[in-house]
């Protein structure tokens, strides 16, 4: 059974920093795509960052600047550094990976709470 398990949220200062991970288990093989994502009480979820197993990252365009996503050696461990943190990014964000053959896994989901 596959899962994914978020860890390092918490609450943080504004333009302060935190930094994410996200472990993989019960895969013995690299996941195509792992991304971080976050949601807001009453609204969608949405995408801040990707990173495919050749290291190609995408992020969101107001997160691009201050966060920074990697997945060393490729393995199945993310993380997502976030500096300069303020208040909008209070969210719950969750780890989310693809395998190449079409399935799709979340995690639980980290707290993210910044106070201004």
């Known amino acids: 059974q596959v899962q994914l398990v978020e860890s390092g949220g918490g609450l943080v200062q504004a333009g302060g920093f935190l930094r994410l991970s996200c472990a993989a288990s019960?895969?013995?093989?690299?996941?195509?795509?792992m991304g971080w994502y976050r949601q807001a009480p009453g609204k969608e979820r949405e995408l801040v960052a990707s990173?495919?197993?050749?290291?190609?990252?995408n992020y969101a365009e107001a997160m691009k600047d201050r966060f920074t996503i990697s997945r060393p050696n490729a393995r199945n461990t993310m993380y997502l550094q976030m500096n300069s943190l303020n208040a909008e990014d209070t969210e719950v964000y969750y780890c989310?990976?693809?395998?190449?053959?079409?399935?799709?896994?979340w995690g639980q989901g980290t707290h993210v709470t910044v106070s201004s």
């Open positions: 989310k990976a693809a395998t190449r053959y079409g399935a799709n896994y």
């Open positions: 019960g895969i013995v093989f690299s996941f195509n795509v």
């Open positions: 990173i495919t197993s050749g290291g190609m990252t």
